[in-house]
């Protein structure tokens, strides 16, 4: 199982790019990249997915270069609501539990 | 389309009693799976069911033990409960698509505490 690393904590202004790498080294073949947002009490929520290169939704970016050893998460103009843990999740498309391999989170603080 | 839901969302219990949490999933969704985090431990996973059966299973002790129904709702039970039990466990669900993207989708969690 690919192991991965994230920084545990951020701190950001409202209106900045917030960029959160994760590093996962050993990543397998047929693994892509999932990147959840969890705020206290609440269960992640996803926010993007990606397997190579880079991924655009209306939220956030995820770029993955060539050698898909890391991949980051890029939050445009983030809000104070944007303040929450972000985790990175690899492992085989519709693959849970022990298939997957967790992040331990990226607390990020937005401040005004 | 509902999201997957968990009840109940707080309890309290003491030492040695049992608990059982339920996990209703997305409609259509066959997987799922269940999650202890704790702010020590992160995300552990505790086993996933598909159409019933137990396909994977985490690294926790037997006192820890799920089912599925034939509807795909889920029920987690632990028993002989232990103040280290104390965590927010987390119920996701997955479709079985083998094209295109698939992902988790979690409940809001029950917060479990034990006194």
């Known amino acids: 199982l690919a192991k991965t690393t994230q920084p545990i904590s951020m701190d950001s202004y409202e209106g900045q790019e917030v960029n959160i790498t994760c590093s996962h080294n050993n990543i397998a073949t047929n693994d892509y990249i999932t990147w959840y947002q969890q705020f206290p009490s609440q269960g992640p929520r996803f926010i993007i997915q990606g397997y190579k290169t880079k991924v655009t939704n209306e939220v956030a970016s995820l770029f993955i270069p060539a050698d898909r050893k890391s991949s980051t998460l890029s939050l445009p103009r983030v809000s104070l609501s944007d303040t929450a843990v972000y985790y990175c999740?690899?492992?085989?498309?519709?693959?849970?539990?022990?298939?997957?391999?967790f992040g331990g989170g990226t607390r990020v603080l937005v401040k005004p | 389309k509902a999201g997957v839901t968990q009840t109940p969302r707080y309890l309290i219990k003491t030492r040695g009693q049992q608990v059982t949490l339920s996990c209703s999933p997305i409609?259509?969704?066959?997987?799922v799976s269940w999650y202890q985090q704790t702010p020590g431990q992160g995300l552990q996973f505790l086993f996933e069911?598909?159409?019933?059966?137990?396909?994977n299973k985490g690294n926790f002790p037997g006192r820890f033990s799920g089912r599925q129904f034939s509807n795909s709702r889920s029920e987690m039970n632990v028993s002989t409960l232990e103040l280290g039990d104390s965590a927010l466990y987390l119920c996701a669900s997955s479709g079985d698509s083998v094209s295109g993207a698939n992902v988790l989708t979690f409940g809001a969690g029950s917060r479990l505490t034990v006194l």
């Open positions: 999740l690899v492992g085989p498309l519709g693959a849970a539990g022990n298939k997957l391999t």
């Open positions: 069911y598909f159409s019933e059966t137990q396909r």
């Open positions: 409609s259509g969704h066959r997987s």
